[in-house]
């Protein structure tokens, strides 16, 4: 058996998030019409940081912010190897859009003249998967590989690139039972009219995954006509010859650190086990879209998963097998870089939930698992309002599950459960600030370096993931292939070029027609 240690890999997060304008107080103190949806974004993105004339923006901590498809505010991180770097990154983000739409919601109440009242309505930015017409989008996670583990042909060992995506998507249709963010169940599901005061019958209003519904496929190179568990578009932001991006597009947006640290720590020592030559061949099922659909209306993930040699387990079954062979592994090779820090994650939390699903009772992990937090947060509802049923009782649950997805500092749960002891954080409040600002230590810190000279100097510039141009004056790009790269002669030639850059030498570009990412706007 290899004992072979794979070397670092970067991943990133990429969540869109919904958009609402409304009251903040009484309808009556709104004057006018609230703005839609699409200018509801376009409100929020005119109050992005300065220095930017678009709505795509590379940010100096090498994060990407942009408007994306159907007006959803997206932010992805920049590519981090530590798991802590990565949730640390996208907590930054949030917190950089919810102050944008703070400062619109105030900017919009000045306006109607509101600002004296407490103002008249907020943005509220919701980290979900659904909305109330039936749309769904991701939160998309990013892991670079070798090209050969997704590439490589048939040989005589059997080993190939299709037995490795089975194993993949095998282990993506049951993860949910560890890192489902959970959604309640509607008019017409199992369990959507448990109307008894009991917190165990409480249980059977909630499903572990809203996202699991709208999976059509197992993989598509399509990104939104056919939703699938992997993209597998070969766009891999790196060195073509010698890596690729697995693109994984199935995942719950989570709100609480530890299941996003989760979700990243045991992909991430999947990848590294399978890299290594680890056999997880008997835990590929014969239909995990059948499996992940049925974990949305699922509690406690005790749904069919058989496997192509026939032996019928659960979701469950299969999630705790995959768990004692990474463990097993990470006993033989020791933590690796990306875990430094989250070791316990694995260790610790992942055993405890599945204790938790075994045992039917989330008690133990109900300020740390999106989906258990969320009904303790029921529980507690159902004893304040012991009489409710029917209609207002849905109508109840679909409400704490916005509010604890809602990024407004008023509104929204996540702050107060922190504040309370009752979420529980997996990086410290300074990691999060430093990720506003600094890039991880990553190809992300040339990018952010260049980007920040490029705002403090007043330069136009274009930026991707894998390049850096100066606009005025033009300059040829540079290529940054290798996303551990954090040393590049030519990048860091450039960055000084555009410190020393005079007024005199730059000149505005009208941006109409122009599509280079990154460019201020």
């Known amino acids: 058996m290899s004992t072979c240690v794979p070397g670092p890999r970067v991943t990133g997060l990429e969540t869109e998030f919904g958009v609402l304008c409304a009251p903040a107080g009484p309808q009556a103190a709104v004057t006018g019409d609230l703005p839609d949806v ?27 912010l942009y408007l994306d498809i159907g007006a959803h505010p997206e932010w992805a991180t920049a590519e981090c190897v530590r798991v802590r770097d990565l949730v640390a990154q996208d907590q930054a983000g949030r917190a950089i859009l919810a102050e944008m739409a703070e400062r619109a919601a105030a900017s919009l109440n000045r306006q109607e003249g509101q600002e004296d009242r407490g103002g008249a309505v907020r943005f509220h930015l919701l980290a979900n998967n659904t909305d109330s017409a039936g749309h769904t989008y991701g939160c998309h996670e990013s892991y670079s590989v070798p090209r050969h583990l997704l590439d490589r ?6 080993g190939d690139s299709r037995r490795t995506m089975a194993v993949l998507t095998s282990f993506l249709a049951t993860r949910p039972v560890l890192v489902g963010s959970g959604r ?45 568990l992997v993209n597998t578009r070969d766009e891999p932001h790196a060195d073509p010859t010698r890596l690729r991006r697995l693109h994984v597009t199935c995942a719950d947006t989570t709100m609480a650190e530890p299941t996003t640290g989760l979700r990243s720590a045991v ?36 749904v069919p ?86 209609e207002a009782l849905q109508v109840l649950r679909s409400r704490v599950d916005l509010a604890y997805h809602d990024l407004n500092a008023e509104t929204g749960l996540a702050p107060r459960l922190i504040a309370q002891g009752a979420m529980t954080r997996l990086c410290e409040p300074g990691e999060i600030e430093r990720a506003r600002h600094a890039p991880p230590a990553t190809r992300a810190a040339l990018r952010g370096a260049f980007v920040a000279a490029c705002l403090e100097a007043g330069a136009d510039f274009s930026v991707t993931w894998e390049s850096l141009r100066l606009d005025s004056p033009p300059t040829a790009p540079v290529d940054l292939p290798d996303p551990l790269e954090t040393v590049h002669e030519a990048a860091q030639r450039l960055t000084a070029r555009v410190r020393r850059l005079r007024p005199e030498e730059m000149h505005r570009i009208d941006l109409v027609g122009r599509g280079g990412l990154g460019a201020p706007g």
């Open 38 to 64: 699409e200018r509801a974004a376009a409100l929020i993105f005119r109050h992005r940081p300065t220095g930017y004339r678009s709505t795509n923006l590379f940010l100096p901590n090498g994060g990407r």
């Open 153 to 158: 042909p048939d040989t005589a060992s059997g």
């Open 184 to 228: 309640p169940l509607g008019a017409g599901t199992a369990g959507a009219g448990a109307d008894s005061s009991g917190a165990r019958d409480e249980e059977a209003a909630w499903g572990l995954s809203p996202r699991a519904p709208h999976l059509q496929a197992l993989t598509s190179a399509d990104t939104t006509r056919q939703r699938a």
């Open 267 to 302: 992909t991430l020592l999947l990848l590294d086990a399978l890299e290594a030559g680890r056999d997880f061949s008997d835990l590929v099922l014969t239909d995990p879209l059948a499996t992940l659909s049925a974990l949305g209306e699922s509690p406690w993930g005790d």
């Open 305 to 390: 998963a058989v496997t192509v040699d026939g032996r019928r387990l659960s979701a469950v079954d299969v999630q705790e097998a995959f768990l004692e062979r990474l463990t097993s592994y990470l006993d033989d090779v020791g933590a690796p870089e990306p875990l430094r820090g989250a070791e316990h994650l694995l260790t610790d939390l992942a055993p405890r939930v599945i204790a938790a699903l075994r045992d039917h009772d989330a008690g133990s992990i109900d300020t740390e698992i999106d989906w258990a937090i969320k009904r303790r947060l029921m529980h507690a509802q159902r004893e304040r309002h012991p009489g409710l049923t029917g």
